[in-house]
């Protein structure tokens, strides 16, 4: 009797086996012959040579197909194992506007108008700029579709930074090394990534450099080849810190870079590198702006009024 092992090496084994195994019970169905055993990170099957090599294809794309959606069910098990070819079984977003497929299959769309416009211009651009009040979704769909390029292969790691302006909080007071004080800072960014990645596949492509999330100053000197590269609150970046980071652009390179000129956390005086940039770069060929507003907010309703009473006040001064 010949034997396979097959290692799960990018996927969460819990998941694809499914509750209580069902997946792996469904499977085997299909495959009588086989003796079938699925236990830590690993399938192996035992019996003859011929139907371990269509065992082994067939479980190729399921795992295919869970890299990319984040989810497995019946209906997915069934169209795999009982299609004629690799290309026979084919499966079709439900919704054109899907970003991508985030933990446990949630599609992650642009919901909004501008949010759409932003999908567009990055495709069309190398570098855009997000510009728009918070909770519009700049950052999240940002993330999104750098972590779409990255599923894709059209890059070889996302790059996070944001400019460490402490906005009025001191972080040397923060406890532990700098890491550490930068976490609870870079937490938007995180949290982006764990609705988009399982939560063990994200620690290892943070672990083995895949993805990166640094500050600004980390960038310097640096030169980011086939990146998804995204700079947020870009507000809050000095003359100096702007160029420094759209500088960096290497080949295959995408850069997306967010802001909100309402909320500049830089000391008085101190011109925004996000502002100015806007002005310089307008008319470049293969730059992408896109201005998203109020009607873009996709947080509480609550949200949406805060922002429209804070603007009357500001048209007033």
């Given at each position: 009797?010949?034997?396979?092992?097959?290692?799960?090496?990018?996927?969460?084994?819990?998941?694809?086996?499914?509750?209580?195994?069902?997946?792996?019970?469904?499977?085997?169905?299909?495959?009588?012959?086989?003796?079938?055993?699925?236990?830590?990170?690993?399938?192996?099957?035992?019996?003859?040579?011929?139907?371990?090599?269509?065992?082994?294809?067939?479980?190729?794309?399921?795992?295919?197909?869970?890299?990319?959606?984040?989810?497995?069910?019946?209906?997915?098990?069934e169209?795999?194992?009982?299609?004629?070819?690799?290309?026979?079984?084919?499966?079709?977003?439900?919704?054109?506007?899907?970003?991508v497929?985030?933990?446990?299959g949630?599609?992650?769309?642009?919901?909004?108008?501008?949010?759409?416009?932003?999908?567009?211009?990055?495709?069309?651009?190398?570098?855009?700029?997000?510009?728009?009040?918070?909770?519009?979704?700049?950052?999240?769909?940002?993330?999104?579709?750098?972590?779409?390029?990255?599923?894709?292969?059209?890059?070889?790691?996302?790059?996070?930074?944001?400019?460490?302006?402490?906005?009025?909080?001191?972080?040397?007071?923060?406890?532990?090394?700098?890491?550490?004080?930068?976490?609870?800072?870079?937490?938007?960014?995180y949290?982006?990534?764990?609705?988009?990645?399982?939560?063990?596949?994200?620690?290892?492509?943070?672990e083995?450099?895949?993805?990166?999330?640094?500050?600004?100053?980390?960038?310097?000197?640096?030169?980011?080849?086939?990146?998804?590269?995204?700079?947020?609150?870009?507000?809050?970046?000095?003359?100096?810190?702007?160029?420094?980071?759209?500088?960096?652009?290497?080949?295959?390179?995408?850069?997306?870079?967010?802001?909100?000129?309402?909320?500049?956390?830089?000391?008085?005086?101190?011109?925004?590198?996000?502002?100015?940039?806007?002005?310089?770069?307008?008319?470049?060929?293969?730059?992408?702006?896109?201005?998203?507003?109020?009607?873009?907010?996709?947080?509480?309703?609550?949200?949406?009024?805060?922002?429209?009473?804070?603007?009357?006040i500001?048209?007033?001064?």
């Amino acid at each position: 009797m010949n034997e396979i092992e097959i290692e799960l090496e990018s996927v969460n084994p819990k998941d694809f086996f499914g509750t209580q195994n069902k997946n792996i019970a469904l499977i085997k169905k299909y495959f009588p012959k086989l003796k079938i055993v699925a236990r830590g990170s690993a399938i192996k099957a035992y019996g003859d040579d011929e139907l371990l090599v269509e065992f082994d294809k067939r479980i190729t794309m399921l795992l295919k197909h869970f890299s990319k959606y984040n989810k497995l069910d019946e209906n997915v098990i069934e169209g795999v194992l009982t299609s004629n070819s690799e290309n026979a079984y084919k499966i079709a977003d439900s919704n054109s506007k899907v970003i991508v497929h985030g933990v446990g299959g949630k599609q992650i769309k642009a919901q909004t108008l501008n949010q759409r416009k932003l999908v567009a211009s990055m495709l069309k651009n190398d570098m855009v700029f997000a510009i728009g009040p918070a909770g519009t979704g700049k950052t999240y769909t940002g993330v999104a579709l750098a972590v779409r390029a990255l599923k894709n292969k059209a890059v070889k790691r996302i790059i996070l930074t944001r400019p460490a302006v402490e906005a009025g909080e001191n972080l040397g007071f923060l406890p532990g090394d700098l890491n550490e004080k930068l976490d609870p800072y870079m937490q938007p960014l995180y949290d982006a990534l764990r609705d988009m990645i399982p939560s063990e596949k994200l620690e290892k492509y943070i672990e083995n450099g895949t993805i990166q999330i640094a500050p600004l100053a980390f960038m310097r000197g640096r030169t980011l080849d086939n990146a998804f590269v995204i700079l947020d609150e870009g507000q809050n970046t000095t003359h100096n810190q702007m160029k420094m980071f759209l500088t960096r652009m290497g080949k295959n390179a995408k850069f997306l870079i967010t802001g909100d000129p309402g909320q500049i956390d830089l000391p008085r005086r101190t011109i925004s590198g996000l502002k100015e940039a806007l002005l310089i770069l307008k008319d470049v060929d293969g730059v992408g702006i896109t201005f998203l507003d109020d009607k873009d907010v996709i947080r509480h309703k609550l949200v949406k009024k805060i922002i429209s009473a804070y603007k009357d006040i500001e048209n007033h001064d």
